[in-house]
């Protein structure tokens, strides 16, 4: 099913599901979601809910994925341009390097990075959902 389709047919689960699976490495636009409900009526409050939700939940497998899996993924990024660059950041940034988590291409394996290095989770959730609900705050401000 499209995005299209999952926003139209599901509402806000279509949308947090749309944006969980964003979250994800895998390289698909949430925000173009977020768009495509707050123009199908979606009021911005829920949109804004479910987006973050899903999206901010994605985070946090990818770091369980990093943190429980830590040596296979590391390999895996490192065959990855943006994947090598996320573990550079979090390696010598540390928390720093969080400030990119938002950042699309490099936000989804920093995330892994995070895991891989061990980071605590609370502070990485508060930085990296933070940043999430904020990136989302502003595409609906964009579109008011």
């Given at each position: 099913?499209?995005?299209?389709?999952?926003?139209?047919?599901?509402?806000?689960?279509?949308?947090?599901?749309?944006?969980?699976?964003?979250?994800?490495?895998?390289?698909?636009?949430?925000?173009?979601?977020?768009?495509?409900?707050?123009?199908?009526?979606?009021s911005?409050?829920?949109?804004?809910?479910?987006?973050?939700?899903?999206?901010?939940?994605?985070?946090?497998?990818?770091?369980?994925?990093?943190?429980?899996?830590?040596?296979?993924?590391?390999?895996?990024?490192?065959?990855?341009?943006?994947?090598?660059?996320?573990?550079?950041?979090?390696?010598?940034?540390?928390?720093?390097?969080?400030?990119?988590?938002?950042?699309?291409?490099?936000?989804?394996?920093?995330?892994?990075?995070?895991?891989?290095?061990?980071?605590?989770?609370?502070?990485?959730a508060?930085?990296?959902?933070?940043?999430?609900?904020?990136?989302?705050?502003?595409?609906?401000?964009?579109?008011?």
């Amino acid at each position: 099913m499209d995005m299209q389709g999952l926003v139209a047919d599901y509402g806000a689960i279509g949308l947090g599901f749309f944006c969980f699976i964003s979250g994800t490495i895998l390289p698909i636009s949430s925000e173009a979601a977020l768009a495509l409900a707050l123009a199908n009526g979606m009021s911005p409050s829920v949109a804004l809910m479910s987006a973050s939700v899903g999206n901010c939940s994605a985070c946090a497998l990818n770091y369980g994925l990093g943190w429980w899996f830590g040596h296979r993924m590391h390999t895996k990024l490192m065959a990855s341009r943006f994947g090598a660059k996320a573990l550079h950041w979090i390696e010598s940034l540390r928390w720093w390097g969080l400030a990119g988590s938002w950042l699309p291409f490099i936000g989804d394996p920093l995330t892994i990075a995070s895991g891989i290095a061990g980071m605590p989770f609370l502070p990485f959730a508060i930085i990296v959902f933070g940043l999430r609900i904020l990136r989302y705050a502003a595409v609906i401000a964009g579109m008011q």
